[in-house]
């Protein structure tokens, strides 16, 4: 059973504000819990210099500069830009136990976030392409 998320308590309408916002994969992937699969999201090499933000609503994430590559084929970030813009939750699916991050602001799910990262946090936040927006640096 895939995470609760916010999701769940859209009222039709919501719901259907959100399909039609969101391409299919992002709407699987940030709606409903799911996972792009990997080496296949058009962030997970990119360089690009600037800030990740929510698909969904435009917050802020992370920055370039803590975007690394972990080898996993997702796009990996050693911190958030603001560890208060994501929230952790436990994840018991798929019958392991993990970190799930999510947008704080409008519950998107994002990724998971896992302690084999480099310093200096020892985190690696593993994220969906399909869950972020990137902005250029000016």
């Known amino acids: 059973m895939p995470p609760e998320h916010e999701s769940s308590a859209l009222s039709p ?26 080496f296949t999201g058009v962030y997970w090499n990119h360089k690009g210099r600037g800030t990740y933000a929510c698909i969904c609503c435009g917050a802020d994430l992370f920055r ?3 975007k690394y590559d972990s080898g996993s084929g997702w796009p990996s ?28 602001r409008c519950g998107s799910h994002l990724g998971h976030v896992f302690n084999d ?22």
């Open 13 to 38: 309408e919501q719901d259907q504000e959100w399909r039609s916002r969101l391409t299919p994969e992002q709407y699987k992937v940030t709606r409903e819990g799911g996972t792009e699969r990997a």
């Open 117 to 138: 990262g480099p310093a200096p946090t020892g985190e690696r936040f593993c994220v969906n392409s399909a869950s972020l927006d990137f902005r250029p640096q000016d």
């Open 64 to 66: 370039s500069d803590s």
């Open 77 to 104: 970030f050693w911190e958030g830009l603001n560890p208060e813009a994501i929230s952790r939750h436990e994840d018991t699916s798929h019958g392991m136990v993990r970190v799930e991050i999510r947008c704080r």
